[in-house]
């Protein structure tokens, strides 16, 4: 693994982790709570977030092989569920590949929110997912590893921080660039889903090499 190579890797997980878009999900799921309860779902959805990152990059790839899908196979589903996700970021708008309002709606009612939906699926989502299990199957040396769990731990670390400081933070960033620099990172994500399906599919049919 090069150093573009984990650079490209940490950009694809942050355009895929959508931080200002979480960050808006989840002032609107806390907004009734109290600043000390939000920072409390910040930090418990922070643990959720490392653990599902770390567990998904280090075993995910083995359960491909367990149930008999190829890297190929998956980074093309991968690359369709990215090409929606950044078309409807591209619309403004939240993909129901992510998470649907009747998640939204379940989730104001319930105690705890800070796992489900927060930080599954509406932060580490099919894309960042997909992401994870098709870097360890094209890195899979151990050295390799320390390096992308690293990564992931910074990457979950920040997105602590982002929602324990979510009301300051959208404060000074604006709803309307929030939702300027969204449509960006959808266009982003749809290049990469781009790259995602033309490499599953020579992977499928060599013979397109």
């Known amino acids: 693994m090069t150093h573009a190579d984990l650079v490209k890797f940490i950009v694809a997980m942050v355009i895929m982790m959508n931080p200002l878009g979480s ?3 989840f002032l609107d799921l806390t907004k009734r709570n109290s600043l000390q309860k939000q920072r409390a779902i910040a930090a418990t959805s922070t643990i959720a977030i490392l653990s599902i990152l770390l567990i998904t990059l280090w075993i ?3 359960l491909l092989d367990l149930l008999g899908i190829t890297i190929s196979s998956f980074r093309f589903a991968g690359g369709i569920i990215l090409l929606l996700m950044g078309l409807s970021m591209l619309q403004s708008k939240e993909s129901p590949v992510s998470h649907t309002t009747e998640d939204d709606v379940a989730a104001k009612e319930s105690e705890s929110i800070a796992i489900v939906p927060l930080a599954l699926p509406v932060i580490v ?4 997912i997909s992401t994870l299990i098709i870097a360890a199957g094209d890195f899979p040396q151990y050295i390799n590893k320390i390096w992308l769990s690293g990564s ?4 979950g670390i920040s997105m602590g921080l982002l929602l324990y400081y979510a009301k300051p933070v959208a404060d000074f960033v604006g709803a309307s660039a929030m939702k300027a620099i969204t449509r960006i990172m959808g266009m982003i994500i749809m290049a990469i889903a781009v790259g995602m399906l033309a490499n599953g599919l020579i992977g499928l049919l060599p013979t397109l090499h």
């Open 125 to 128: 989502g099919p894309g960042a």
């Open 152 to 155: 992931c731990i910074v990457l």
């Open 23 to 25: 960050l808006s999900i």
């Open 60 to 62: 995910g790839k083995e």
